[in-house]
């Protein structure tokens, strides 16, 4: 009966964890606005599933050790960071080059593939900061297996429409970013806040 008021007391804490960590700016979000506004919802679909997906098995991956590897082994949690940067620098080359609102342009863009999102979570520096810290935080030694699923699972409920509001929030600027060059000064200031989110990789 403790142990159970215990996890029901950190049940909340850890759904405000989950909701400011999922729900505010970083790498994943910022580009699932871009992929909204510029491919629409159905195509950022799996982009959406691979983050989801990707974080999940990074999750357990965590939950089963691979945190205390990485501690060990600093130089590997440098060559993730540096990894994660340069990807995050091409995404921002990328959206600077789509500059042009018109039909062929919009047909052309690409949000990330399942895959592509999906391994990006192992670069994504808010990703392994997010993880680590949950396990860490909201785990229990003595249930272990069971507060690492209602940590996975409540990850799951909740990040779907967090991640998934973001993307809708591009889709409904569709309409007004294509007069003029609006999305091209969109894709720019996109590109300027996913090389800005890079600063914890340089900080941690």
Known sequence: MKRHAMNLENTLPMIGFIV???????????????????????????????????????????????????????????GLRVAGAAFLIWLAWQLVRRRHPDA??????????????????????????????????????????????????????????LISTWNLFGVALQGWLNQGPRLAFFNVAMAVLLLVSMYPTFIA
């Open 20 to 78: 400011v960590m999922v729900g505010t700016p970083g790498p994943n979000n910022l580009m699932l606005m871009a992929a909204g506004a510029n491919a629409g919802f159905r195509r950022s679909l799996p982009h959406i599933l691979g983050i989801v997906v990707g974080c999940q098995m990074m999750l357990l991956a965590v939950a089963v050790g691979l945190g205390q590897v990485l501690v060990r082994f600093p130089a590997l949690a440098v």
């Open 104 to 161: 062929s342009n919009r047909a052309s863009a690409r949000p990330l593939t399942f895959r592509q999102a999906a391994l990006f979570q192992w670069i994504n520096p808010k990703a392994w900061m997010m993880i680590v810290t949950a396990i860490a935080t909201y785990t229990h030694p003595g249930d272990y297996a069971l507060s690492v699923a209602v940590v996975a699972g409540l990850f799951l409920l909740l990040s779907v429409p």
